[in-house]
């Protein structure tokens, strides 16, 4: 089977890119593993909220200047600041095309309020999340009966530090009874499969309308809208104050709401989506790839003019861990890391952990490395790649999405396709 790029990963940095390549008219396949992180995400993204120094990011361009002095192996000083910028602009872009409802711009990040109601810097954020500032006089964090995913006294205590007069409520509904047999069961996703259904939507109404009618503001768990945003505006039109949704513990709905988004325009655009599938080996030739055999067609090659490892970081496998040791499992690349194991971890557990910079060596075009030479069609992208602290600087989503863009944008060019 040819194709002009396989992507490894079928993650946020997979699917921009296959995305992307599908616009210009490369026909793409990506090989998807498993469960995507970002599932286990709150849907949100952020491209910069911290200095390596800790300095916090307000403006974003001035951050991205800065970190290009601080931390020149960074993937945003490889690119540069005018390019970051400009393929953040496109990945909204891209985003807002496959139904993403996002609030956020690229001048300042603004912050979100997390489950636990403290405020978190983000770039991008969906439409339905609160950000401050919280302007309104009264909120009410409704909380659904039974439901362990979300604690609404704990988001109350903490969103009076911010002004507001806070209550917590809850709401009890009879619908939701087959699933309360099983706590397993009685969590975001499922609750959202039985709510989604329009059938449902008066009651939830019902049961929401007494605490919308005594306060300008109201927060409850983010357990509806698996496929899109129509409850919620459904919702919002009818009730007497605004309403709005907090991600619970993973798997959050949002995050899988926005995997299921890309996926469906990925596959929309003719991109091919080859699910529960791994590589698990390539034919190294002359410093490229030319076959990748997956397990589910052991004997039938995908041949690529060119290939994307956006297979992620330690948490999807894209990077293993051994006794002494970091290594990229796919490809073999070489990966940036201390020289022992003692340096892995610092010892303050909440300090920024030395492995989390641990990643795949890359050049300015982000080619990876095979004992000191680049391979020339293949591009790392996103979390796979070395250089970035994605939670402490608070970049992972934006070197996700800048990095599957700017390998695209390479890719096009190589291959002739449309700009």
Same mark, same amino acid.
């Given at each position: ?10 993650? $946020? ?12 008219g ?24 911290? @200095? ?29 600041? *005018? ?10 872009? $891209? ?17 979100r309020?997390?489950? @636990?109601?403290?405020l ?12 401050a ?27 009076? *530090? ?15 009874d ?15 499969r @039985?709510?989604?259904d ?19 503001? $109201? ?22 104050c ?10 959050s709905?949002?995050?899988l709401? $926005? ?32 076959d ?28 293993v ?8 499992p ?5 990966v940036?890391?201390t ?15 030395p ?8 050049d300015s075009?982000?080619r ?13 992208v ?29 890719i096009?060019? @190589? ?5």
């Amino acid at each position: 089977m040819r194709f002009d790029a396989v992507i490894i990963g079928g993650g $946020l940095a997979g699917l921009l890119c296959g995305l992307r390549l599908q616009n210009a008219g490369l026909h793409c396949a990506i090989v998807s593993r498993g469960q995507s992180a970002l599932a286990f995400s709150s849907g949100s993204l952020d491209l910069l909220s911290v @200095l390596p120094d800790g300095t916090p990011v307000t403006d974003i361009r001035t951050g991205l200047e800065r970190i290009g002095t601080m931390a020149p192996d960074h993937p945003y000083s490889l690119l540069g600041v *005018e390019t970051v910028l400009t393929l953040a602009q496109q990945t909204q872009q $891209l985003l807002a095309e496959c139904g993403a409802l996002m609030q956020g711009n690229l001048s300042r990040n603004h912050s979100r309020v997390t489950p @636990l109601g403290k405020l978190r810097s983000a770039w991008l954020s969906p439409q339905e999340v609160p950000v401050a500032p919280l302007t309104v006089r009264r909120i009410c964090v409704a909380g659904i009966s039974g439901m362990m995913d979300f604690q609404p006294h704990l988001a109350a205590a903490s969103l009076c *530090e911010y002004g507001p007069e806070v209550e917590v409520a809850e709401i009890d509904l009879p619908e939701l009874d087959v699933l309360r047999d099983n706590p397993t069961e009685f969590r975001a996703v499922t609750i959202a499969r @039985l709510l989604d259904d329009e059938a449902h939507w008066p009651r939830l109404y019902q049961a929401l309308l007494p605490l919308a009618q005594r306060c300008d503001a $109201l927060l409850m768990p983010a357990c509806f809208g698996m496929e899109d945003h129509r409850l919620w505006e459904w919702l919002n039109q009818r009730l007497p104050c605004s309403l709005h949704l907090l991600p619970t513990l993973p798997p959050s709905v949002p995050g899988l709401r $926005l995997h299921r988004q890309l996926q469906r325009q990925f596959v929309k655009s003719g991109g091919t989506w080859l699910p529960g599938d791994e590589v698990k080996r390539v034919t190294l030739c002359a410093g490229r790839v030319s076959d990748v055999w997956t397990r589910h067609h052991a004997d039938i090659p995908l041949r690529p003019r060119f290939v994307v490892l956006a297979s992620g970081s330690f948490f999807s496998n894209g990077l293993v861990a051994e006794r002494n040791a970091i290594r990229e499992p796919v490809l073999g690349l070489e990966v940036r890391q201390t020289a022992t194991r003692a340096d892995w971890y610092a010892r303050d557990f909440f300090a920024p952990q030395p492995w989390q910079q641990f990643g795949v060596k890359v050049d300015s075009r982000l080619r990876p490395q095979v004992e000191g030479e680049p391979l020339t069609n293949v591009f790392a992208v996103g979390a796979v790649l070395g250089g970035f602290d994605p939670i402490a600087q608070g970049c992972g989503g934006g070197v996700s999405a800048v990095t599957a863009l700017f390998a695209a944008r390479h890719i096009i060019a @190589l291959a002739g396709g449309q700009s």
